[in-house]
Each structure stands twice: as C-alpha cells, then as structure tokens.
C-alpha cells in the first residue's frame, strides 16, 4: 500500500463485529508465529464497555488496522489490539490509530496510557517511543514475563 490513495478513515466498530474479529485473527496468527503463541487474552467484549473503545481504520473503506482502548481505572488506561495489517506498514497508520485512541483517552478523562509489547517486535517498541512513551517496568498481568516490553504515556489535561 506504499503510494497509496484515499484517505484513512479510523471509526468505533463493533468489537465483537466481523470486521474486528477478522483484524484481531490476524494480529493473533502473526504474534503466534513471532512468540510461538497467542497474545495476552483479550476479550473484544471489553471495547464495548464504558470508557473504553475498538477502532477500525479503513482505506477505501478495507479494514488495514485496529485498536482498542481498555480501562485500567479511573485515571488510567490501556492500548490492546494495536494492529496494522503487513501491506499497509510504514505509511503512518499505527500513529494515526494511537492519536485517535489518545484523543479518545482524554476525552474519556484518563490521566495516563499503559500498553505492553513484545521482545521481539522492535519497530512496534520504536513507534511507541516516537509517539512519547516510555519504557516502564512490567505492570499487571505482564510483570513477570520476559518477552513483555511495557510502555506509559501522561496524556495533557483536559
């Protein structure tokens, strides 16, 4: 999709809806083949609560990336689902896809992002930090584990 045309559209969807499940099947066979297993669980159904949020970016209106926005607590949340499909890499859209999830964030009046990548996923830990976050120790479910590479972001008061 290098050169491409149109313009990146990035909306809610239904976390639950083909188009996510289809996003999510594949970011899951990638990590599968990069860890040897499936991400963290995740269930899609959480997007769906209060505060909380699952976009879908589109290009002449095909589906290319996803990601969520889950509670932690009030003052905080976390990025899940992050995901571009491998032919729309390098264009900008995963920064698209995290400005859209921070706006939302602030706008829901979280105070921070957490997120959490893999060892072996050096471009995503790169976007990550030229998006303005740093690396933090392990936090929930992922301290511990030592193929987790975790991440925060304080996002400006609104």
Known sequence: ??????????????????????????????????????????????????REVFLVAR??????????LRRIDEEKAEIKRMYVAPAGRRNGFARQIIAEL?????QFGYRAIFLETGIRQPEAQGLYESCGYRRIPSFGNYAGNPTSVCFKKVLPFS
């Open 1 to 50: 999709m290098t050169g491409h045309a149109g313009t990146l559209t990035i909306c809610t969807d239904d976390p639950i809806g083909e188009t996510a499940q289809q996003l999510i099947q594949a970011l899951c066979s990638e990590m599968s083949e990069r860890y040897g297993r499936p991400p963290s669980p995740f269930s899609p159904a959480e997007a769906a609560e209060s």
């Open 59 to 68: 290009l002449a209106g095909h589906p290319v990336g996803c990601g969520a």
């Open 102 to 106: 921070e706006s939302q964030a602030v």
